[in-house]
């Protein structure tokens, strides 16, 4: 499905007091829509989705969904490393009214090439639902590999990928080599990702000043390429900020400063340092004065 583009954001999991807290996830879904994003997700990393039992993760999809309505597609977050545990999890949460799902390769195990692309067939046998996959050798320990993309490819279940690979020349392939939508996954790299026929890109990043990100999006659809330029340079230094520690330390800092949500995660994730959130703060203070 070609036509799944845009600015994604991969949602953040508000915690109060160690509960997850709903009505903030609500508020965040419902200001980042008004704002123009193109998609949201459920329970990616930056959700701290492995931080959350089913309950949870269950309880959190209805209360995104709930705020979204008809205005704006979620993909669910699914994964693990057995196999019949994410196809319960596709069956599951298939009974939702979701876009589809965003699915990593297994994380740990470094499956061969033949068990990553068995392992994806098999949940998408058990789903009538569209699959994006993920692919983070960094977090996972094993690459998606090109013709294993372009096999996957063949079935029409699998529509996108969000490319984390760090590697241009995989990139480029994929986006020129398959007809998968390439939506990029790196922030710091959405820019060249766009300019080079990505799709669009899932981006922690867009939760911050998501206006900026969605012009950005637009003015590389629209051939503006010195304005897109301009944008991605007032962007970066965001960006650059808000992976300086590990993800979703900083976006929840950032988000905190604008009362979105508590500055607060599960272990072993913690909250970003004094630094990185005094660093955040001069940088935002600079965005509020752009208009997009």
Known sequence: MKSMHGIWVPLVTPFSQGQVDFDAAQRLVSHLVAKGVHGLVVCGTTGEASALDDSEQE????AVLAAVGNTCPVLMGIGGSDTRSVVAQARRYGEHDIAGFLLPAPAYVRPSQEGLLRHFEAVAQNSEHDIVLYNIPYR?????????????????????????GGN???????????????????????????????SGAIAAAAHIRPDLFVALYECVRDGDLMEARSIFKLLLP????????????????????????????????????????NRLAEIMERLEEVLV
């Open 59 to 62: 309880l959190l999809l209805d």
């Open 140 to 164: 996972t320990g094993v690459n998606i590999e090109l013709p294993t993309l372009q096999a996957l490819a063949r079935n029409p279940r699998f529509v996108a990928i969000k490319e984390c």
């Open 168 to 198: 241009i020349n995989q990139l480029i392939d994929f986006i020129n080599e398959t007809p998968l939508a390439v939506l990029g996954g790196e922030d710091a790299q959405i820019l060249s990702t766009l300019c080079m026929g990505g």
């Open 238 to 277: 965001l960006i650059r900020a808000l992976f300086s520690e590990p993800n979703p330390g900083p976006v929840k800092a950032a988000l905190a400063r604008g009362g979105w949500v508590e500055d607060e995660l599960r272990l072993s994730m913690t909250t970003a340092s004094a630094a990185c959130k």
